[in-house]
């Protein structure tokens, strides 16, 4: 079987091209690189001593995505590629919505006229904006907050409409709560340019002095400490969720939807203490006022994965701050 990832260079992406090539999967990764480097197509191929066919391409490029398809018999796809940063999303919603849409319908196009009509897409939690209660299950009311989001949710909703239109599709959604943590080997993991916005990131550049202390936004929140509470899922484990789905696709028609994410939230406040506990590292933060958009808590229910994908997370908060940081004392 061969696997078409789109942003396979990519943080997810690459996690997941290592899982499949694990699983025996043919890979053919196609990214334009725009938030990515090259030489993680050979890290890869390091990690899993397997080949892996790259071609350095915009998704939105028909052309040459009609001649992946024309070259590789692909059976199926995995979309990751497309932008990801909110707060630019906010200040630059054209670039979000043209990059993001365009790949997709571009992506959607070609796969029909070659009859290839199954596709793992990447969504996220985002698109329940602040939920009413907790744990999140998928049939909760959606609504988006910045450009990004509603990215995410337009192409849900077209996928939903391409397997009302076409009963040939089958398509998996999966909302990604807070993926962390790198793979073991510390050659690929995350690596943001310039000054990180999510937690993880800014807590390990903190611990390697990149920058001086961490800003915990807000102490005030409805939650055991005061701090924000979200559902933080190793990589590695979110890779696997895609394995699983990729068999799904495979195997059965329709459309669904999944959650992957573990189930558990964890504090801020939790999460700088258990990465000082298990690194033997200081991380400095002071408490600043609250990021704005941002909610109390935060976690899924994963229990239609565990029943449909067979899938559960099993990577514990201790080795997804152990890996944070093993990646980034490698790649120093
Ligand atoms: P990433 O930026 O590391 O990976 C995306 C990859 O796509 C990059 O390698 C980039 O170069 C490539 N890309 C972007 N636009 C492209 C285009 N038009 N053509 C070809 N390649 C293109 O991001 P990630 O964290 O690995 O996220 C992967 C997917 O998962 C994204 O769709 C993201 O929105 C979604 N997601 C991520 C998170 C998260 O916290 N990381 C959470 C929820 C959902
Ligand atoms: C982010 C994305 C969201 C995406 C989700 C999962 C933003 C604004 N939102 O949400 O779209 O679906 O990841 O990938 O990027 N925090 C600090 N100090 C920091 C950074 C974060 O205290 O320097 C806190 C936040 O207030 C929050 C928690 O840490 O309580 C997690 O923040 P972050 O990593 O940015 O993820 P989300 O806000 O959950």
Redesign the pocket.
């Known amino acids: 079987m061969k696997i078409l990832v789109?942003?396979?260079?990519?943080?997810?992406?690459?996690h997941t091209c290592v899982e499949l090539l694990d699983a025996g999967y043919e890979v053919v990764i196609?990214?334009?690189?725009?938030?990515?480097k090259k030489d993680v197509v050979k890290k890869i191929e390091k990690i899993t001593g397997k080949e892996v066919t790259f071609y350095e391409?915009?998704?939105?490029?028909k052309k040459a995505l009609e001649k992946i398809f024309e070259e590789q018999k692909i059976d199926a796809v995995i979309?990751?590629?497309?932008?990801?940063a909110v707060g630019e999303s906010v200040n630059k919603p054209l670039m979000y919505y043209r990059?993001?849409l365009?790949?997709t319908l571009t992506l959607l196009e070609v796969m029909s006229k070659h009859n290839c009509k199954k596709i793992v897409f990447?969504?996220?939690?985002?698109v329940y904006g602040n939920p009413e209660k907790l744990p999140i299950t998928e049939d909760f009311p959606l609504h988006t907050t910045n450009p990004?989001g509603s990215t995410?949710l337009m192409i849900e909703m077209i996928l939903n409409d391409l397997y009302i239109s076409d009963k040939d599709w089958s398509i998996a959604i999966l909302?990604?709560?807070?993926?962390i943590g790198a793979h073991k080997s510390g050659l690929i993991g995350?690596n943001p340019n310039g000054i990180p916005n999510?937690l993880m990131p800014y807590i390990v550049k903190v611990a390697n002095k990149e920058l001086k202390e961490l800003s915990i936004f807000g102490n005030d929140y409805n939650t055991k400490d005061g701090t924000g509470v979200r559902d933080y899922i190793h990589v590695v484990d979110l890779a696997k969720g895609h394995i699983k789905a990729i068999e799904k696709v495979i195997k059965d028609k329709g459309v669904d939807t999944y959650n992957l994410g573990t189930g558990n939230g964890y504090s801020v406040l939790e999460i700088v203490n258990t990465f000082k506990k298990v690194n033997g590292v200081d991380v400095p933060y002071k408490i600043v006022e609250r990021r704005k958009g941002d909610i109390d808590a935060c976690y899924a229910s994963t229990e239609k994965a565990n029943r449909l994908l067979n899938w559960k997370a099993e990577l514990e908060i201790d080795e997804m701050c152990k890996d944070s940081y093993n990646f980034v004392k490698h790649n120093k």
Do not use: Q
């Open positions: 789109t942003g396979g260079c990519g943080y997810i992406g690459s196609v990214d334009n690189l725009s938030n990515s391409k915009d998704v939105c490029d979309h990751f590629a497309g932008f990801k990059n993001n365009d790949s990447s969504s996220s939690a985002t990004y995410k909302r990604y709560f807070n993926p995350e999510n």
